[in-house]
């Protein structure tokens, strides 16, 4: 099993910055890739950006060149940079990670951190 932890959501003004971490623990050599992603109220839920062990990333085109993923396998951390931020960019965003094998995908979550960005 693999928990998730997220933390460093907040309100800030539009234009800001925030920068969300991860913090991960149980069997965390299962994991193949990470990600972050968020869900505003009335919407889906919807990648922000992904990375893989080997630290292949992939950004949602909403938030290319605003945002960039990265990770700390030595802190078993995971962290999202973001930067000029605008109010459609309020969600709760979350934290996930995959484990692919060869019989199936194992999914987890994080609680969630909330991130409100004011006009």
């Known amino acids: 099993q693999v928990q998730l932890v997220e933390s460093g959501g907040g309100l800030v003004q539009a234009g800001g910055s925030l920068r969300l971490s991860c913090a991960a623990s149980g069997s965390i050599s299962s994991i193949n890739v990470m990600g972050w992603y968020r869900q505003a109220p009335g919407k889906q839920r919807e990648a922000v950006a992904t990375?893989?062990?080997?630290?292949?990333?992939n950004y949602a085109d909403s938030m290319k060149g605003r945002v960039t993923i990265s990770r700390d396998g030595g802190k078993n951390m995971l962290y999202l940079q973001m930067n000029s931020l605008k109010p459609e960019d309020t969600a709760v965003y979350y934290c996930?990670?995959?484990?692919?094998?060869?019989?199936?995908?194992?999914?987890?979550w994080g609680q969630g951190t909330q991130v409100t960005v004011s006009s």
């Open positions: 996930n990670a995959v484990n692919l094998d060869s019989v199936r995908a194992h999914i987890y």
């Open positions: 990375i893989t062990r080997g630290g292949v990333t």
